[in-house]
């Protein structure tokens, strides 16, 4: 549609283009979802209603076009049988990886949340949500939660509690035993080169 004059910009052309974007509007050419012509939608309705206010149009010809219509999908809940699988496969073999796992599904606390997680953030019976762990093109970085709402604290079921306990008693045996090898390989270190 670039080469259109505003003025000369129909609802006909809008059609078009979400036809256009739904089958092949990523840049590799491949089909857009219609959540994301939908946010385009959005945006040209905005961008030519100001156009409608400065006088460039006389009427916005997004407001005759209905944006693509997203499917509710429906969520697969899985069953207390394959959690338990899970939770026991992790517990075998990764105990970091089972306790995020086992405290999400026992407080609904997000990831980022999860990863930003600090001993002093973590009580018996709550856990404190200050801060989300999130990934951009320049790596890991802390960030605030969005909004008050988000800073929040978050009640931790007896079960949940537990496994805490466990993994932090994990985690200060496992720190105390790369003392010890760090100490080891110090001394070592220094009989070689000393």
């Known amino acids: 549609m670039g080469h259109l004059p505003i003025q000369k910009v129909k609802a006909a052309h809008l059609q078009e283009l979400y036809g256009a974007l739904l089958k ?3 840049a590799e050419g491949k089909p857009l979802a219609p959540r994301t012509v939908g946010h385009v939608h959005r945006l040209l309705r905005r961008a030519l209603g100001h156009a409608v206010t400065w006088g460039i149009l006389s009427t916005n010809p997004v407001a005759a076009v209905s944006a693509p219509r ?9 069953s207390d049988a394959e959690i338990r699988r899970v939770l026991d496969h992790l517990r075998d073999r990764d105990l970091q990886l089972h306790t995020i796992a086992f405290l999400a599904l026992g407080t609904g606390t997000r990831r980022g949340e999860l990863l930003a ?10 856990i404190k949500v200050e801060r989300s762990l999130e990934q951009t093109r320049s790596g890991l ?11 929040r604290s978050v009640s931790i079921p007896t079960e949940v509690s537990g496994e805490l306990r466990a993994y932090k008693m994990a985690q200060q045996e496992y720190r105390l035993s790369i003392g010890r090898f760090s100490l080891h390989a110090t001394r070592w270190l220094t009989i070689q080169t000393g």
């Not at 499917?71 to 899985?78: H, T």
């Not at 997680?117 to 709550?126: P, Y």
């Open 141 to 151: 970085r802390f960030k605030s939660p969005k909004t008050k709402r988000s800073r």
């Open 70 to 78: 997203v499917s509710d999908a429906e969520i697969e809940i899985v």
């Open 24 to 26: 092949a509007g990523s």
């Open 117 to 126: 997680l600090r001993w002093r953030d973590v009580g018996d019976e709550k």
